[in-house]
Structures are given as C-alpha cells and as structure tokens.
C-alpha cells in the first residue's frame, strides 16, 4: 500500500532508502506512477520541510497539490486541501509539528492513500 510505503519514507524505516521529509516522501511514493516526479524533484523537494513550503504550508500538502495540479486536476488539488485541513485540524507546518512525528507520519499515509485513490 502506497500509504505505508510513504509513512516508512518519512520515519527512516524503508531499505535502501535514507529518512525523507515530509514532501519528499509523498513525492517518492508517487515518482514511479508520474513523469514529472524525478530524483531531481525528490531532491527539490527538500527545501519544502519543516515549514519552509509557500506560507508556512505543511509539506506533504503542498507535494499533493504540486501533484494533482501537474496531473491537470487542480480541482483535486482544492479538494485536498480542504480534506487535510479536517482531518489534520491545519494546512500549516508549524502547528502540525507540535503534535509530534506519529502524528506527521498518520497524515503522510492518509494524504498517500487519498492520491492515489484520486
């Protein structure tokens, strides 16, 4: 399941991988399925942790709206975003890592999951 591979992305505890942010991991998960999403991109992608995406944003949020946009679906890219604010109670990193890694790493399965039934 695409939702555990990206949580174990994320936690450091997937072989032959080193631990990923948050973006990273969404968009790892997904770079076999996409073109667009390259090593390059992966490696990209590390300046969007840790609060550091447009905004404050949460990482992994803006990895799948980075997806769903590229895709020709920014209506999912919306739909997300309102999903995720409910679910994660935020869209914004800062106040989404005072709940601690378990946490982060529950919305990187569920944001994972919700892509790729999108």
Do not use: S, W
């Not at 072989?15 to 490696?43: H, M, P, S, W």
């Amino acid at each position: 399941m695409v939702g555990n591979f990206a949580e174990k992305l994320f936690l450091g505890q997937q072989n032959g991988y080193k631990r990923l942010n948050c973006a990273q991991a969404i968009a790892e998960a997904f770079r076999q399925e996409y073109d667009f999403l390259t090593e390059e991109t992966v490696k990209n992608f590390k300046k969007m942790g840790h609060g550091k995406a447009p905004n404050g944003e949460c990482g992994m949020l803006f990895a799948a709206k980075y997806i769903f946009e590229k895709n020709g679906h920014p209506d999912k890219a919306q739909e997300f975003e309102n999903h995720f604010r409910e679910f994660a109670g935020t869209t914004k990193c800062k106040e989404l890592i005072k709940k601690k890694i378990p946490f982060c790493a529950q919305c990187i399965n569920r944001t994972a999951t919700f892509i790729d039934k999108n």
